[in-house]
């Protein structure tokens, strides 16, 4: 056993889907930044009877190359090797399919196709889904032995009872045609097919999970409703902010206004000020000169210059002395009454410009706060919550084009199954008797039952096989509706069983099985029915595989870590995704 876990986006699955493609699958690798920089993949296969070979090919696909031994180098041109086509071919000695049926002692094999009797030959793919399942499939709400085209249905449930018995159906005599209505029947099969086809090829690229698609369509919903509701919320929040927000901004510019203004009026003040103490001076020096000339006694008057000898004193002077120092203290007066006035307003429009001074830069911390919390939280929070929304209205809305298209290819399949059924013979007498096989398969789930005993699986104790659903039922319960983490564990059981029963009964097999997160019920679980944490069934399931032995190969690609008995051995390998330890298949790319 091959234990491959850790962290998420290293390339386990990777692995995975690059062993199928060396074993001949057909769909082009995933590309992703770490892939860069390589070309070539080798493949090294190891017989039980100790033979050694490794294929080569590109990694963007196309032929293969054979190698005789294990080689872990590109080897050059001139080392001697075959050319295998990746398609198989009846009759062609020249393909990985054939190749590979050889090593498991199949090769000429022939599996039934359909209700007549007509027969194809064995291709290695017919056995690679039962040895190989990927992260897709292991989950898939469907029958093991089904794929994407459903009238491969009975070639796959033929290939798998070729597993089973080890007799093939190449003694199937066909029954003929009915006549020119089945090669009608056959064109529109064909035609429904390629409709089918690429009904597929464009579901595929909107959705894994096609059947799952009414219950994504309602969490959708549900998420829209939510995601709706929060951001209503978060832009009330930041309406009220932004309010805010405004408020004081208008708030600080009119502070500020008025702060300057109160600078102006203070300035404007200080110059008057000094206009009335200059006033003061010079009305007291007019106060002080007509005071000194009554005093001293006959001088020139200071107003008209005339001299002692020409002043009548008995005549009223245009420019009396006394009423000119009068007027002078009258006017003194009023300007220490303005400068008091004055005074008083000074000191008001200071201790204004004082609380200005404290208050505007209260006004621009508050701003600041507040700004901070618009622009740093809530607008991003926004931005994140309308971009989140807009995601989800445009998945719900890829959803339900998947649903149609979902719709409209069910309705193509069974319009195709139809026309199946109405080319299968009709004759009582004229039918393939098939059940002696089909004893093999109830003895199959016998083994499937025991394996879930063994794993100590919820309600396994009773396992059957439903012949018309191609697929188990466990405890009265289709396979199929259990959640995914089950249908998981239990899609494992169903290819590892199929394993040891060839073991067992010495029927052909590939020998090895590579399953891609099979305990998904442990980190993926769709609700609590679906969850095995806390079972136990994990350190059993390890233990089994462990007792495998060596004549089989089972790869598992997990991302919860196993038991330490198994973590610690030299057959794991764990991704860090990060600097400790390997990082992943590749090298980081950052």
Request: proline fraction near 3%.
């Amino acid at each position: 056993m091959n234990v491959i876990y850790g962290a998420s986006d290293t390339g386990k699955s990777f692995i995975v889907e690059v062993i199928d493609f060396m074993l001949g699958g057909g769909k082009d690798l995933v590309d992703f930044e770490e892939r860069k920089g390589y070309n070539q993949v080798l493949l090294g296969i190891a017989t039980a009877d100790g033979r050694n070979f490794t294929l080569q090919r590109a990694i963007v696909g196309g032929g293969l190359k054979l190698y005789d031994g294990l080689i872990k180098l590109v080897p050059a041109d001139d080392v001697e090797h075959r050319v295998l086509s990746p398609v198989h071919r009846t009759g062609d000695d020249n393909t990985v399919s054939t190749f590979l049926l050889g090593l498991c002692g199949i090769l000429g094999k022939r599996i039934r196709k359909n209700a007549r009797g007509e027969t194809i030959s064995l291709s290695f793919r017919n056995l690679a889904r039962l040895s190989v399942v990927d992260e897709d499939e292991i989950k898939a709400r469907r029958s093991p032995l089904a794929d994407d085209v459903p009238q491969n249905l009975l070639a796959n449930v033929s290939a798998f009872k070729l597993l089973l018995s080890g007799v093939d159906d190449s003694a199937l005599v066909p029954i003929p045609k009915r006549g020119p209505a089945d090669f009608s029947r056959d064109g529109q099969a064909q035609l429904l097919r390629e409709m089918v086809d690429s009904q597929r090829k464009q579901l595929r690229s909107l959705t894994k999970e096609p059947a799952e698609l009414d219950n994504q369509i309602e969490k959708l919903d549900y998420a829209l409703v939510e995601q709706k509701k929060l951001l209503a919320s978060t832009e009330a929040r930041f309406q009220v902010e932004a309010a805010k927000r405004r408020e004081l901004r208008r708030t600080l510019e009119t502070s500020k206004e008025r702060r300057s203004e109160i600078g102006s009026l203070l300035a404007r003040f200080g110059l008057l000020a000094r206009h009335y103490a200059s006033d003061i001076e010079r009305l007291r020096a007019v106060e002080e000169g007509g005071t000194l000339f009554n005093v001293l006694g006959p001088k020139d008057c200071p107003l008209c210059g005339a001299s002692p000898s020409h002043q009548n004193g008995n005549a009223e002077c245009i420019g009396n002395v006394e009423s000119v120092v009068t007027a002078a203290r009258c006017e003194i007066a009023k300007i220490k009454l303005l400068v008091e006035e004055l005074a008083s307003t000074v000191r008001q429009l200071t201790r204004e410009g004082i609380r200005w001074d404290k208050r505007i830069p209260e006004i621009e911390r508050d701003l600041a706060q507040i700004d901070g919390v618009v622009t740093e939280q809530i607008s991003p929070d926004l931005s994140r919550l309308r971009t989140a929304y807009s995601d989800l209205a445009d998945t719900r809305s890829a959803a339900r084009t998947a649903k149609a298209m979902y719709t409209n290819l069910l309705g193509l399949e069974q319009r195709a199954s139809t026309l199946a059924k109405e080319a299968e013979p009709k004759a009582v007498g004229g039918g393939i008797d098939d059940s002696s096989k089909s004893i093999l398969v109830d003895e199959f789930a016998q083994e499937v039952q025991s394996i879930l005993i063994a794993w100590a699986f919820p309600k396994g104790d009773r396992v059957q096989f439903d012949h018309k659903r191609q697929d188990l039922l466990i405890s009265g319960k289709q396979r199929q509706a259990f959640g995914q983490g089950l249908r998981a564990i239990t899609r494992a059981a169903f290819t590892i069983a199929l394993l040891v029963f060839c073991r067992q009964r010495q029927t052909p097999h590939t020998g090895f099985v590579v399953l891609d997160s099979p305990l998904l019920a442990y980190r993926e679980a769709e609700s609590e029915d679906d969850s095995l944490k806390g079972s136990g069934l994990q350190e059993r399931y390890y233990e089994y595989l462990t007792g495998l032995g060596a004549a089989s190969q089972v790869i598992i690609v997990e991302n919860t870590d196993p038991p330490d008995s198994v973590r610690l051995g030299s057959s794991t390998q764990f991704f860090s995704g990060n600097s400790k330890g390997r990082y992943g298949l590749f090298p980081s790319a950052k």
